[in-house]
DNA sequence: CGACATTTTGATGAAGATCAAACTGGGTGG
DNA sequence: CCACCCAGTTTGATCTTCATCAAAATGTCG
């Protein structure tokens, strides 16, 4: 990892490819690294907007609080996620952001983003083809929440993140780290924690998924696909530029 | 309504606010109209992008396919919706768009739409703006599902809609058009349409909401945003445009 | 070791799915 | 104008999944 935003590019590239002078915007951008421990806020829902995080390290999640004290988890944060270039345009947060684990940022504020995209409008279509990535991604959620039973449910998330993780380097082999609690696991499905640990036992029982000490093997990914019905196209990882790139070139 | 254009740019401005000039180029950019009966695609999960459709008239929604049939709508347009913006940057749809309703649409084509997001950044900002809503809702619906009983999340819904069409000056006092069926708003709220329609029946019984012939009358409204737990925040159309935009301004 | 969070197990209950059938109402064609 | 059809709505009965409550087991860290 040769300067903090690595990781970024390499996931903004899935999408967009950069020249060098927008590289090495975003990597001077980046220099202002912040820490957060696990289980801290890093944004508050109803708080102004603030500048945007770049997730270095450790992992963080969105959620939403319910009036009963219960929480729905609706999307999580892997290192080379921004959170959240939505606070350049909107005036208010109307969710948190909090970390899982001990987490590493690199804080940008909204000036400097609204001058990079102004500046480097390819970094601009970077910014957006992320921001629909990840809606793409929230409304995977809703199916998964909405039409999937418990086992399905997990089975989707855990392909989900270590497809993720993949894309930007962050797997070992079948492994990859997940330093999340069942408890948190079921604030993300949407199902009690009890059941969650049933659907885990379950899952290695049958030889399926090891999900033990913040870890996440798979033994048997085509399985595992299958059963959580898990197609990545949403994840739009395939170097998903639409064609009419070159035209856009010349008409800027 | 003077021209396709308009109901579009009174939502854009809620978000952000438009000159004459974009004004006028997107009143040139929705000439081109078409019409799709009930329960047709625009768009199929899986098509290479094509071009932009602006809704005009009629209702349409956004859902996936699942292997065993089922169907969840993972989100609604309504008439001054644009559907659907990141076409433009992504290569392939990964859900489907179908309509409700009939429906006539404006069509910009991808070209057009890049165009007028290199030329007008104000533009750019506030179809960029009105995804990140769309996101917004998207994450409201995870919630909705997957933490809401049926009772509260048809409230929920209600209460969505309803703010939505009055956005865009299209209730009449407390009811608005919701042309729908009840298995249809069941593949919504990820509910058997058995199950719905005990609800819708409830919701009658205590006077709270009135679902008949394709129109939804909303008789206490204030119970129905409390029971369904319903705060408009992340519709975020309370001029939410953050502070920054004169700063903006000048650096541009 | 002891305190604390997390995981595991068991028992019971409730929300909502599923299946099946009757009812309603608008539209069509004879 | 009536008979019929079909989509949509309503009702009832049964079954499943998962939530909830409670408590024991395990693990971790100072």
């Not at 999340?180 to 030889?207: P, Y």
Request: glycine share 8%.
């Amino acid at each position: 990892m040769e300067s903090n935003a690595a990781r970024l590019i390499r996931k903004l590239e899935h999408g967009v490819p950069l020249g060098h002078e927008e590289k090495r915007a975003l990597e001077e951008a980046c220099t202002s690294v912040q820490r957060f421990a696990a289980r801290d806020d890093l944004v508050k829902e109803g708080d102004p907007t603030q500048g945007v995080n770049l997730i270095l390290d450790g992992y963080a999640c969105r959620y939403k609080l319910l009036s009963d004290g219960r929480r729905q988890i609706v999307g999580y944060f892997l290192p080379g996620d921004m959170c959240d270039v939505r606070v350049c345009i909107l005036k208010r947060m109307d969710h948190s952001i909090g970390t899982l684990s001990v987490v590493k940022t690199a804080v940008l504020s909204r000036e400097h983003v609204l001058f990079l995209m102004e500046r480097y409008p390819r970094l601009a279509r970077a910014f957006w083809w992320a921001t629909l990535v990840e809606e793409s991604i929230t409304r995977e959620w809703v199916v998964n929440v909405g039409h999937r039973t418990a086992f399905e449910r997990a089975a989707h998330l855990f392909c989900e993140v270590f497809a993720r993780l993949q894309s930007v380097g962050l797997t070992t082999g079948n492994s990859c780290e997940l330093p999340v609690t069942q408890t948190e696991l079921a604030d993300a499905l949407a199902l009690s924690a009890v059941h969650v640990n049933r659907v885990l036992m379950e899952m290695r029982h049958t030889g399926l998924v090891t999900f033990r000490a913040q870890r996440l093997t798979i033994h048997d990914h085509d399985a595992l696909r299958s059963v959580g019905g898990f197609n990545s196209g949403y994840l739009h990882l395939d170097g998903s530029l639409a064609p009419v790139h070159s035209e856009l070139e010349s008409a800027g």
